[in-house]
């Protein structure tokens, strides 16, 4: 196994080695990247980066030991409810590590609230439209909640409102709807959607997680965004994150509340032990100050008017891309996009081997998998690194399609599709999915430059078995390192 060097390394040949490690890295830098980094620009990145750095060894562990980390949070709580309309008398807000502790925060809030508000409730239930994100999911089996699941519309990708109010049952606790969703980047129905949750005597969260900060920009440039934040009656609990669309640092989101009395059932305190006292507002104790004081300063960095402009640019060239997806023969936008996000996919021609050749031609679009009725496709988050390079990207696109219809489809995808349905999953061993995965090409270490043949298998798989050969595969490229 891979061992801790007898003496120091010295400092060149040790930052020599984490530059080589970096190589085969998503080349980000550029714009030809349409998701994982919301790049601002240079000035943005330097400025997060100084934060970061200056912050990096205090301790938010302590708020009381580092009142300047108290201060930030809070300055940073104020702006992120005053922009999403929170009342200024009751609500708050906690700063956390991203969108998926946001979303367990407010999840584990509504669980408590739950069992002390109504304690008949033995076996609670989160009502998620299928386009909620994952870490919904996530937060529910942590948390041992029910997912409830509402279809959404196969041309809007939005609940209805029929399918949303049947999901209810007398165990419900929290409903979600999403400003946007991610895959599609489209807008659920929140005013209806919350009315409803109240009149259920539920709590409703509004995921705003990639939008929650551009769309009030949007509104302002003249774009037609629906409420979708406080100014909604029913709406309990928002979450929206620093490090996408506000362009701050990794590490950086906010859970909000209406109301501060809810926000007491996120916090952990714990005299139960020798040790000193813990008060914790969020899931980590001990934590960098790094990324709140760099979310701090991009923020303070471009102020309302620079994130206007970047709003402004960024709305365009999505309008701009979504015409130019159009226009190529057999690709089909998926909704209508209502937020600098977008999917299209294609009834001919075999969208994974449309990312394959635009990676091939460096440009790194999402393949998103098919889902029930939903077909497969592919998305991009537009971001102001990406917003001059609309022509290019646009015929690089369409000579992918070109040289995507004349490769074969998946000779494994189209046996398997028979034959998943009879397929007794249970018995399925580890060994049986690594001999599975060997044959697609995956030897437990890397990936192939092609995805395309990986893709079109999970995409015929039932979730289940995606998910369990997911797991043995992350489960064998998380070995130690050798030599
Ligand atoms: C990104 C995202 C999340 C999860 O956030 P992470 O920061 O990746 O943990 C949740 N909801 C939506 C809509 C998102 O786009």
């Not at 919350?194 to 929650?212: E, K």
């Not at 995956?442 to 369990?468: C, F, H, K, T």
Request: glycine content about 8%.
């Amino acid at each position: 196994m891979y061992k801790l060097p007898a003496q120091g390394l010295d400092h060149d040949q040790l930052f020599q080695n984490l530059e080589d490690y970096r190589q085969n890295d998503l080349k980000w830098r550029g714009g030809r990247a349409f998701a994982y980094v919301y790049d601002a620009g240079k000035a943005a990145e330097e400025v997060g980066k100084r934060a970061y750095m200056m912050y990096l060894s205090e301790n938010g562990l302590d708020p009381t030991a580092f009142p300047s980390l108290l201060r930030l949070e809070n300055e940073l709580a104020a702006i992120a409810l005053g922009h999403l309309n929170a009342p200024a008398d009751t609500g708050g807000a906690t700063f956390t590590s991203g969108g998926t502790e946001s979303i367990m925060l407010a999840v584990k809030s509504a669980r408590e609230h739950a069992r002390a508000t109504r304690p008949q409730i033995t076996a609670p239930e989160l009502v998620l439209p299928t386009t909620a994100h994952a870490a919904f999911h996530k937060a529910a089996r942590y948390l041992g909640l029910k997912v409830v699941l509402v279809e959404v519309d196969p041309t809007t990708f939005k609940p209805t409102m029929a399918d949303f109010e049947a999901a209810f049952t007398d165990n419900t606790i929290l409903a979600v709807g999403s400003a946007p969703s991610y895959a599609h980047g489209v807008i659920d129905p929140i005013t209806p959607m919350a009315a409803f949750a109240a009149s259920r005597g539920a709590l409703f969260h509004v995921d705003a997680c990639v939008g929650g900060w551009l769309l009030p920009f949007f509104r302002e440039l003249g774009a037609e965004v629906p409420p979708f934040d406080f100014s909604v009656p029913g709406v309990t609990s928002m979450s929206m994150d620093w490090h996408k669309y506000a362009f701050a640092p990794k590490g950086a989101s906010v859970v909000l509340y209406r109301d501060r009395a809810l926000r007491q059932h996120q916090i952990f305190a714990c005299s139960d032990w020798t040790g000193y006292t813990i008060i914790n507002n969020a899931v980590q104790s001990s934590k960098t100050g790094g990324p709140m004081a760099a979310a701090w300063a991009v923020l303070h960095h471009f102020g309302h008017e620079g994130y206007l402009e970047a709003a402004r640019r960024v709305l365009e060239t999505t309008r701009q891309m979504a015409e130019g997806i159009e226009a190529i023969a057999d690709l089909e936008l998926l909704g209508k996009p209502e937020f600098c996000m977008l999917a299209f996919g294609s009834k001919v021609v075999n969208v994974f081997h449309i990312a394959d050749e635009m990676a091939a031609r460096g440009w790194h679009v999402q393949p998103q998998l098919a889902y029930k009725d939903h077909p497969q496709n592919i998305h991009l988050s537009i971001h102001p690194g990406n917003v001059h390079l609309v022509e290019p990207f646009l015929a690089a696109l369409a000579e992918s399609v070109e040289a995507a219809r004349a490769l074969p489809s998946s000779p494994m995808a189209a046996m398997l599709k028979d034959q998943v349905a009879a397929m007794d999953l249970s018995d399925m061993s580890p060994e049986m999915v690594q001999g599975a995965m060997a044959m697609l090409g995956v030897d437990g270490a890397a990936l192939p430059e092609r995805m395309a043949g990986i893709n079109e298998v999970l995409n015929v798989l039932p979730p289940a078995l995606a998910d369990r050969m997911l797991t043995i595969f992350f489960n064998q490229l998380f070995t130690p390192a050798q030599g």
